[in-house]
């Protein structure tokens, strides 16, 4: 299922996708340790800003439309337990 959200989820895994490029290089050049570590943090923050909107967009529109789609309760605490803990 495709999101409105989806597409800004893609940008920020894309920005990801830049900056560990750029922290490969910046290993492969023999760069400096501690700015091949703020490059990392880089990496690990968009991907981290990333899921936790996509997770976020599921928790809105696909739990909560099941809550009003009249789902059964006890699959939707047990589906939002799943997904929580990727947060």
Known sequence: MKHSSHGDVVKRLKRAEGHLRH??????EGRPCPDV????????????????????DHIDHCLDGSIEDGADRASLVE????????L
């Open 37 to 56: 570590a703020q490059q990392l943090h880089a990496v690990s923050r968009a991907i981290e800003q990333a899921k936790r909107l996509y997770i976020h």
């Open 23 to 28: 922290t490969i290089a910046m290993i492969e």
């Open 79 to 86: 589906e939002f337990k799943e997904i929580s803990k990727y």
